[in-house]
């Protein structure tokens, strides 16, 4: 069973940070693509990041560039997302999604909210 779980959310002032962890089970981690997306109230959801864990190429929504940086720890599955400069437009609940070595599944964890108050 795959499983994937974030934790790290929370209440933040505007300027400040936060780091998403994103731990993953019962996957090839070393050949997945792991991404986080994002969903704020009343919106739909939208892509944040994501990185390929085999080579650890990074890429970002241009709303986040300069500000968040994706990565992975292989020695622990985990995926983090470091979030620095909040703002409060990137109030949402932050999402995990992991995409199989073989790109044919597509796995998500359970969210985890991060609100950035002005």
């Known amino acids: 069973e795959v499983r994937l779980v974030e934790s790290g959310g929370g209440l933040v002032q505007a300027g400040g940070s936060l780091r998403l962890s994103c731990a993953a089970s019962?996957?090839?981690?070393?050949?997945?693509?792991i991404g986080w997306f994002r969903q704020a109230p009343g919106k739909e959801r939208e892509g944040v990041s994501c990185?390929?864990?085999?080579?650890?190429?990074?890429s970002y929504a241009d709303s986040v560039k300069g500000r968040f940086t994706i990565s992975s720890d292989k020695s622990r599955n985990t995926v983090y997302l470091q979030m620095n400069s909040l703002k409060p437009e990137d109030t949402a609940v932050y999402y995990c999604?992991?995409?199989?070595?073989?790109?044919?599944?597509?796995?998500w964890g359970q969210g985890t909210l991060v609100t950035v108050s002005s």
């Open positions: 019962g996957l090839n981690f070393d050949e997945a693509t």
């Open positions: 990185i390929e864990i085999r080579d650890d190429s990074t």
């Open positions: 999604n992991a995409v199989s070595s073989d790109k044919t599944k597509t796995y």
